[in-house]
Antibody
Framework: QITLKESGPTLVKPTQTLTLTCTFS??????????VGWIRQPPGKALEWLAL???????RYSPSLKSRLTITKDTSKYQVVLTMTNMDPVDTATYYC???????????WGQGTLVTVSS | DIQMTQSPSSVSASVGDRVTITCRAS??????VAWYQQKPGKAPKLLIY???SLQSGVPSRFSGSGSGTDFTLTISSLQPEDFATYYC?????????FGGGTKVEIK
């Protein structure tokens, strides 16, 4: 059974760096083709893909946010970490991590974590 | 980037109605569209992948079709549990992109 869960701060101040951790089970990031992605959703708005890391450490980023994002994995800990620098109130959103295989869609999602950016 | 333009943004329908939601891609392709259902406060749930393949456990009243630039999600007979917001997503190329969503509301 594949599960994912996001963790991190619920409140960050403008200009701070956000660090989110996705802890997963039921699959390994050392298995060929497997990846974990991050998607966010501002309150009342649509989904936005942020970043993705594959089993072979191939990393992909949203072009509009690439300069602010870093995605890493710790295969032994079954974790993927997303950092986003220079947070702004417009980055207030629910952040999801999700499982992907190759070019498939996101079959399994975490429950999401709401991050509010406010001073 | 492939933009996914979803329509309508909202639709009011009754139980038993047939509902069709469309996504238009800014570039043509096939077999790389997925559809998700999202209920308030919950994560999206995958319904359809590879344009027309039904995810395991999803009722057969949901179906997907399309190719080129136009893709469709159809709910053949709307049920009370189907009132939700639906999103399309293209997996053809990076950056991955989602449509703007369609809220299916009770008429």
């Amino acid at each position: 059974q594949i599960t994912l869960k996001e963790s991190g701060p619920t409140l960050v101040k403008p200009t701070q760096t956000l660090t989110l951790t996705c802890t997963f089970s039921g699959f390994s990031l050392s298995t060929g083709g497997v990846g974990v992605g991050w998607i966010r959703q501002p309150p009342g708005k649509a989904l936005e893909w942020l970043a993705l890391i594959y089993w072979d450490d191939d990393k992909r980023y949203s072009p509009s946010l690439k300069s602010r994002l870093t995605i890493t994995k710790d295969t032994s800990k079954y974790q993927v970490v997303l950092t986003m620098t220079n947070m702004d109130p417009v980055d207030t959103a629910t952040y999801y991590c999700a499982h992907i295989v190759g070019a498939s869609p996101f079959h399994y999602w975490g429950q999401g974590t709401l991050v509010t950016v406010s001073s | 980037d492939i933009q996914m333009t979803q329509s309508p943004s909202s639709v009011s329908a009754s139980v038993g109605d047939r509902v069709t939601i469309t996504c238009r891609a800014s570039q043509g392709f096939s077999s790389w569209v997925a559809w998700y259902q999202q209920k308030p406060g919950k994560a999206p749930k995958l319904l359809i992948y590879a344009t027309s393949s039904l995810q395991s456990g999803v009722p057969s009243r949901f179906s997907g079709s399309g190719s080129g630039t136009d893709f469709t999600l159809t709910i053949s007979s709307l049920q009370p549990e189907d009132f939700a917001t639906y999103y399309c997503q293209q997996a053809k190329s990076f950056p991955l992109t989602f449509g703007g969503g369609t809220k299916v509301e009770i008429k």
